[in-house]
């Protein structure tokens, strides 16, 4: 979205204050998304708690953002274009928090697996975490830089975080079919490499949502694919 | 929240209209829920088709309320008391479009199970499904009613649909063990199981808004439960 011509910089300074607590909202779920790996490949139930509570952080940030937006307009009043700015901050927050969750998501399960043995795609997940991670954070340098071919490359991004979900999800149950002692560890692992598919499904939705603000336009229906859709995918 | 003192009655019109729009989200939520589960225990692909495609309607109408709500605001300029409800329409309208979503999920994992064989649990998720769909309805009509109780009602509901996700998930690894070649439907219901889960979380979640907005308190930290986190939660 170009720059409206209001003359308040009080605005643009709030504006500013926003999006630092975004970037900090996003910095804190891309650890939080690493450590949840890391926590899950080491078997680190400690580490795992942490994630669990640095959440806490991410959900008040988010809370404070809408203090601040709600604020922001109740002060300034801005006009339709400088508004829209606003909602989207609020949108972006919310999806930033979502993907907080799911990374938290991921820790609990760390802890529910215990010592549960260690199965074989667990070597892939990590390659799924570090491509939904970096998802993550290219979507908020486009956000800050307004940058709609960079919110575009994210989307395509997501393509390979999908396809990583449905071979882990064919290795897995292959491994269930195998010996049912697998059944309970892989069931968790679906799990995790579910909560990172939909990591990447929400840093699209943000990406799809500063394309939008930076060029009034939707990304067009991408093909998302019916590969995808045939196999367990909850997009 | 107590009505503010305002002179603009064309404010609490508008605001009427964006809570009519929630209510016929809400509605077309319930109905994808409910059509969703019976596409499901009765094989209806076509059926579950159309809960796909109805799922546009309930997107589109949170767009036209995110557009109502900016316009609302900017024409309006609502102080701060009756931005905050405004924004509380935009959240609850969020949380609505992703019940959708969760009922959409459950819809294309009809498509994808198709002829595979009738597992047991089935007869224990439409019943889970119907607690979902009704704690949806509440939180709804506590939303039009700002009705804390009712709220706060909803929320403690969320432990039966805690308990059942619990139980079909220890149902169904069960299934698995016995015999690989439920592995794979086992495997599908379990994701309609968590979806259901997390319908039941987004309607606490807008519960805990709806009593926020209503008295000013938070929900106390209720007690979901260790017991639920030791199987396969992801709340």
Redesign the interface.
Known sequence: MATTGHTVKAFDQDLDELRATIAEMGGLAEEAIREAMRALVQRDSEGALRVVEADRRIDALETEL?RA???L??LR????DD??EV?AA??IA?VVERIGDYAK?IA??V??IGEAPVIEPLSLLPEMARIAGEMVHSVLDAFAARDAEKALAVCERDRAVDDFYNSIFRTL?TF??EN?HN??PA??L??VA??LERIGDHATNAAEMVYFAATGLHVADRPRGAAT???????
């Open positions: 809408e937006a709600v604020q307009i109740a009043a801005p006009m339709a508004l829209r909602i609020l949108k919310s998501n609990k399960r802890q529910v149950l269930m079919m049912p059944i309970t069931t968790h679906l799990f579910k909560n859709e045939t196999v367990g995918s909850d997009g």
